[in-house]
C-alpha cells in the first residue's frame, strides 16, 4: 500500500536526480536561451542591390528600394541610340549619382521591374554589338 508524504517529510527515493540550470548570469548576452528562442538578429539587404551585370559591356542594373527606382549604370558613356532607348522607355539622367533611373510605383512594380530586364538585355546586345563582342551569357548574381 502506498503512503502519501507530506511536503515537510523527505523523500526516500535515493534515484531523484537533481538538474541544476546554469544561472542566466553565465551567459555572454545576458539572456537565457528560453529568452532567445524565437528572436531573430535582422541584417539589412544592400540597397541598391545589384540584379544584373555585364562587364564586358560594361552595363549593370540596380534596383534600389530605398529610393523606389530602378537603375542601368554605365561604366562610360554610352552610344546615342543607347541613350535614345532610355529615354524612350521614360529612364531620366541623374548626374549626382551617374545613372539612368526609372521611378517604381507599387501598382506597377512587378511590370516596371520586367520591363527594366527587358530594357536592360536590349542594350547590353546593343553594346556589344558596337563593341564587336559575340553574344554571351551575363554573369548573373
Not at 27 to 56: L, M, N
Not at 61 to 89: C, H, Y
Not at 99 to 119: D, H
Request: charged share 35%.
Amino acid at each position: 500500500m502506498s503512503r502519501k508524504r507530506t511536503p515537510d517529510q523527505e523523500s526516500t527515493d535515493s534515484t531523484a536526480a537533481v538538474i541544476e540550470l546554469p544561472a542566466a548570469d553565465a551567459k555572454p548576452d545576458g539572456q537565457s536561451f528560453a529568452d532567445r528562442v524565437g528572436q531573430r538578429k535582422w541584417t539589412p539587404a544592400p540597397d541598391p542591390f545589384a540584379i544584373a551585370a555585364d562587364y564586358i559591356a560594361g552595363v549593370r542594373l540596380f534596383e534600389s528600394r530605398r529610393d523606389r527606382q530602378m537603375a542601368i549604370k554605365f561604366d562610360e558613356k554610352p552610344s546615342q541610340p543607347v541613350i535614345d532607348k532610355l529615354k524612350e522607355a521614360g529612364y531620366q539622367w541623374n548626374p549626382a549619382d551617374r545613372i539612368w533611373a526609372y521611378p517604381v510605383r507599387s501598382e506597377s512594380a512587378r511590370s516596371t521591374r520586367i520591363e527594366a530586364e527587358g530594357l536592360y538585355q536590349e542594350i547590353r546586345r546593343t553594346i556589344r554589338q558596337e563593341k564587336g563582342v559575340e553574344s554571351a551569357p551575363e554573369i548573373p548574381f
